[in-house]
């Protein structure tokens, strides 16, 4: 079946720096889906992208779909201490199902 | 999000019960799924449906029961729980195909 992989798993950072996550699907995938969850909270949708190459930016964050609609990256600039959390990529491929990567856990060094 | 509520929160109960997790959503929303998140696995489909009355499994079904009589509900069941079912489940829901979704805030299993 479909499988999602995001790298790293953990990211530390300090305050201030840049940092990006990779999420990589073993299919091609009609949109791929950012979602954050703080901890103790639940997922919260962040972004959705479609299109071959896409480049979507949210203030600090800039997202990214591959040319080949199988892998996409999580930009973040100067990283500030409300970045910390969970930042999961999900895939959809043919069918109704969102298949989640492991996320990247985000843990911010004052 | 105010408009997709789990209950209970937090549930504790003994191996072997049944316990039924409750989602609710005021949306509307044609598609509801379960999820389990357990660290080092993510967010794992456990089922979801459609529209009501159609339900489908996901990618971790086993020891785990749904329905959907009505739109806007869908109870998980454990029909005889297991220590390794302990996790937290969430429930989800979205409009239609390609479109964001809405995250419970989820329940916090343990099993005795």
């Known amino acids: 079946g479909q499988q999602v992989m995001q790298i790293p798993q953990y990211q530390h950072v300090q305050e201030g720096e840049d940092f990006t996550t990779y999420c990589n699907s073993s299919t091609t995938l009609s949109n791929i889906q950012w979602y954050k969850q703080r901890p103790g909270g639940h997922p919260v949708f962040l972004i959705q992208l479609v299109k071959s190459g896409e480049v979507k930016k949210q203030k600090r964050l800039t997202f990214q779909f591959g040319e080949a609609k199988k892998n996409s990256s999580l930009h973040i600039t100067a990283t500030q201490t409300t970045d910390v959390g969970t930042y999961f990529c999900a895939g959809q491929a043919a069918g109704n199902k969102l298949t989640f990567g492991g996320g990247t856990r985000v843990l911010v060094k004052p | 999000d105010a408009g997709i509520t789990q209950s209970p929160r937090y549930k504790i109960t003994e191996t072997g019960r049944q316990v039924t997790l409750m989602c609710h959503q005021t949306?509307?929303?044609?598609?509801m799924f379960w999820y389990r998140q357990d660290l080092g696995h993510g967010l794992r489909l456990i089922y979801y449906?459609?529209?009501?009355?159609?339900?489908d499994k996901g990618e971790v079904p086993d020891g785990y029961v749904v329905s959907r009589s009505k739109t806007e509900n869908f109870p998980l069941t454990l029909e005889s729980a297991t220590r390794s079912q302990t996790s937290v489940y969430f429930c989800?829901?979205?409009?239609?195909?390609?479109?964001?979704?809405?995250f419970g805030d989820g329940t916090r299993l343990s099993i005795l």
């Open positions: 989800a829901s979205r409009t239609g195909y390609n479109q964001p979704q809405h």
């Open positions: 949306w509307s929303h044609s598609y």
């Open positions: 449906s459609a529209a009501a009355d159609i339900t």
